[in-house]
């Protein structure tokens, strides 16, 4: 109800002088000491007030990355296990904190999927996601210093 009213006073259509719904304490008003103050001032909870105008902005949306910038990504690449978890994201659409997250167990190489588990702090307990076959998985449990090719 409150951006209905902030709108009509915006665009001069409510004849009210202040927004009846929301209301934010003016501390800046507050601090002003040449202003009148009755002696029962701090024992009141009212404190001065300035309505809010909130403009709705929008969030920008992530974008992919190009192919060329991934390319070149890829060839700056030293160990195959990098190459694997960036593969990882590009192919099936993980973000960077569902591969960090990976572990050993989630990993199918028979099948050549990974099973993407949301862990801690769920109420339902551990939900997974498999991601479509990946070309490069073999190389995810390497380790970390095994140069790539």
């Known amino acids: 109800m409150s951006p209905f009213y902030e709108f009509l006073i915006a665009s001069e259509r409510y004849t009210g002088r202040d927004n009846p719904v929301v209301k934010k304490v003016d501390q800046a008003a507050a601090r002003v000491p040449d202003r009148y103050r009755p002696p029962l001032a701090n024992a009141r909870r009212q404190q001065p007030v300035r309505r809010v105008l909130r403009v ?3 969030e920008p949306v992530p974008r992919p990355m190009p192919a060329g910038v991934y390319r070149a990504l890829v060839d700056e690449l ?3 296990r990098d190459l694997a978890l960036l593969e990882l994201m590009w192919e099936g659409g993980l973000r960077p904190g569902e591969v960090l997250g990976l572990q050993l167990e989630d990993i199918s190489y028979g099948q050549r999927r990974v099973a993407v ?10 939900q997974c996601r498999q991601c ?16 790539a090719e």
């Open 56 to 58: 709705k902005t929008v």
């Open 132 to 147: 479509p076959p990946l070309p490069q998985i073999d190389h995810l449990g390497e380790p970390h210093d095994e140069p």
């Open 117 to 126: 588990c949301k862990r801690d702090g769920h109420h339902v307990g551990v």
């Open 78 to 80: 030293r160990t195959r």
